[in-house]
């Protein structure tokens, strides 16, 4: 399992993180992740068990399946709970993950709970 932080190629069309944007400096303490899981993800409960945790951290976004057997993930919240969210997620599905690509995200108002999308 590893973190990247890559720049180009969020396969969802979720906006990058702009240090210069007002909005981003407006929210420090609030962040946003894009985040792909590779591995066996799909099939095993992956997405409701990752709802279920980033329930209980107060994150909102989206986590759902792609077709090439991915799972990708938008969450944002409090800085510190989205990372202890991901760490949870990734220590749950520790024996299943083979990658998890995550990337910083611009933060937005659209995603106010966290939801299973197809």
């Known amino acids: 399992m590893t ?11 979720i906006p990058k993180s702009d ?3 007002a909005g981003t400096r ?9 985040v792909v899981f590779r591995g066996h993800v799909q ?5 409701y ?3 279920q945790i980033a329930q209980q951290y107060n994150a909102a976004g989206f986590v759902r399946n792609l077709p090439d057997g991915t799972v990708e993930m938008f969450l944002q919240g409090p800085d510190r709970d989205i990372d202890n969210c991901l760490r949870e997620i990734q220590d749950f599905f520790a024996g ?5 690509q995550i990337e910083e995200a611009v933060y937005t108002p659209r995603y106010t709970d966290f939801r299973v999308t197809f």
């Open 26 to 34: 407006a929210r420090r303490e609030q962040t946003a992740k894009h």
């Open 96 to 100: 299943y993950l083979r990658d998890t």
């Open 49 to 51: 068990t990752a709802r």
């Open 3 to 13: 973190d990247r932080n890559k720049s180009t190629g969020n396969g969802g069309g």
């Open 43 to 47: 099939g095993v409960g992956f997405r």
């Open 19 to 21: 240090p210069s944007d």
